[in-house]
């Protein structure tokens, strides 16, 4: 049993040594979003992967942020926030009407 | 012979034009079930002159929708008010019209953007778009600080498990924690997340649109997404009131 624990460490050890650390991984895990990483790192990535549960959470948060930037503009009507104001909207009206004018 | 086919095509033309215009003063209450008692005047502007009311129904359909729009994306009154008339102008000019409101709609939000596009172009070339001052520390006050497992997440303080994030999508309350958290972004950083999470534009045209190296571009894009998980862990998944 203890042999089995000690065999552990050694892996995660291992595994920390060969893979990029946990701030950086955060980087990476970014740019996976942006441009198509090398074959190697996407390789050392996963083997991260293994043995960190935090860097496989951030990944997973980062694709629902991506998710969820998705769908932001469906939710963009709903949003409290001011519209136009009515001396904006008179504004726009006027300068609307005057350039229906000159087009006539 | 070519004449007379031209002369017909422009006839059938305006006259589609004329009956599409018809049909939407015949139904008016149709057209928009807006609280803005706007039908007297329309009708009114449809008797003596017919494009009239074309500007003042998108303004009541769309007005608020592109202003929130652009408003959003440039953080200025004034500038997304300029936007939003510009592009009302040009789709005056480019006279289209349409079968569905949708598809009015997205040819107006797609003017909308050219115009946002031109905006953040225009500024970019007075000074930098580049922000390197926000959130520069990278959250270094969560990671291991030295050792063997230097630059590893404390545990305690690494990202936490969230529960149901996907239920989260449908809850109004969501979504305006994700406004806040977007909106205390730095202006540019913002600019930038929007431009690629939310209207998905390729990282190479973003930094030729705003004239910002890759690799700034890949770091900005990181503290923001860095930022708003934060954000989003402390004031919404932190909380545990998901509504089911």
């Known amino acids: 049993m203890k042999m089995l624990e000690a065999l552990k460490t050694r892996w995660i050890v291992w595994v920390w040594n060969h893979s990029p650390n946990c701030a950086e991984m955060s980087r990476l895990a970014s740019q996976s979003w942006d441009r198509p990483l090398p074959w190697s790192t996407r390789f050392r990535m996963r083997l991260h992967y293994l043995i960190c549960v935090w860097c496989k959470r951030y990944f997973k948060q980062l694709q629902f942020l991506h998710d969820a930037a998705g769908h932001f503009e469906e939710h963009a009507d709903t949003s409290p926030s001011r519209g136009l104001s009515p001396e904006a909207r008179q504004r726009l009206l006027k300068q609307l009407q005057v350039a229906e004018h000159k087009k006539s | ?244």
């Open chain 2, 1 to 244: 012979m070519n004449e007379t086919a031209f002369w017909f095509l422009q006839q059938t033309k305006a006259a589609g034009f004329y009956f599409s215009r018809m049909k939407s003063h015949a139904s008016p209450v149709q057209a928009d079930n807006l609280s803005t008692p706007n039908q007297g005047l329309s009708a009114e502007s449809g008797k003596t002159k017919l494009g009239l009311s074309d500007p003042e129904r998108w303004v009541d359909l769309y007005g608020d929708y592109l202003f929130k729009y652009a408003l959003m994306r440039l953080r200025d009154e004034a500038k997304a008010e300029d936007a939003v008339q510009e592009t009302f102008l040009a789709a005056l000019k480019g006279g289209k019209s349409f079968a569905g409101r949708s598809a009015e709609k997205s040819w107006l939000v797609g003017i909308l953007k050219n115009k946002i596009f031109d905006y953040y172009r225009r500024a970019s070339r007075e000074t930098s778009f580049t922000d390197m001052e926000f959130y520069s520390h990278e959250e270094s006050d969560r990671f291991v600080p030295d050792g063997l497992f230097k630059d590893g997440w404390i545990h305690e303080l690494g990202p936490q498990e969230w529960s149901s994030p996907g239920a989260s999508l449908d809850s109004e309350v969501f979504w305006q924690t994700f406004r806040d958290c977007s909106d205390k972004l730095p202006k540019n950083v913002a600019a930038v997340f929007n431009l690629r999470e939310v209207d998905g534009v390729e990282s190479k045209e973003i930094c030729a649109l705003l004239n910002i190296s890759e690799n700034n571009l890949w770091v900005m894009l990181h503290r923001a997404r860095m930022a708003l998980r934060r954000c989003l862990e402390t004031n919404w998944f932190g909380k545990q009131e998901v509504p089911q």
